[in-house]
């Protein structure tokens, strides 16, 4: 069973910068394509990143140009870097394959004050 293990989240204030890992075990990881996703309260997930096995990126029209998604195909793990934080990314942070998600972790809490 895949596991999906985040971590980095915190409470920040706006503009500030916060760098999420993802450590993925039990599946082939450099062959899958990789994407972050949150959830924000009372709303459903959604995609914010994604990479493919080739290294190729794709982001949500909010994030663009403040976040980065970036993979360590030698440990297994997959980042995102997320800057100029703003109130409305806040939410719990999930990694986990794409376009077809398994099963998910437990997340990563990010909090952005204003």
């Known amino acids: 069973q895949v596991q999906l293990v985040e971590s980095g989240g915190g409470l920040v204030q706006t503009g500030g910068s916060l760098r999420l890992s993802c450590a993925a075990s039990?599946?082939?990881?450099?062959?899958?394509?990789m994407a972050w996703y949150r959830q924000a309260p009372g709303k459903q997930r959604e995609l914010v990143a994604e990479?493919?096995?080739?290294?190729?990126?794709n982001y949500r029209e909010s994030v663009k140009g403040r976040f980065t998604i970036s993979r360590d195909n030698a440990k297994n793990t997959v980042y995102l870097q997320m800057n100029s934080l703003k109130p409305e990314d806040t939410g719990v942070y999930y990694c986990?394959?794409?376009?077809?998600?398994?099963?998910w972790g437990q997340g990563t809490q990010v909090t952005v004050s204003s």
């Open positions: 986990n394959v794409s376009p077809h998600p398994v099963q």
């Open positions: 990479i493919t096995s080739g290294g190729g990126t």
């Open positions: 039990r599946i082939a990881f450099r062959l899958a394509n």
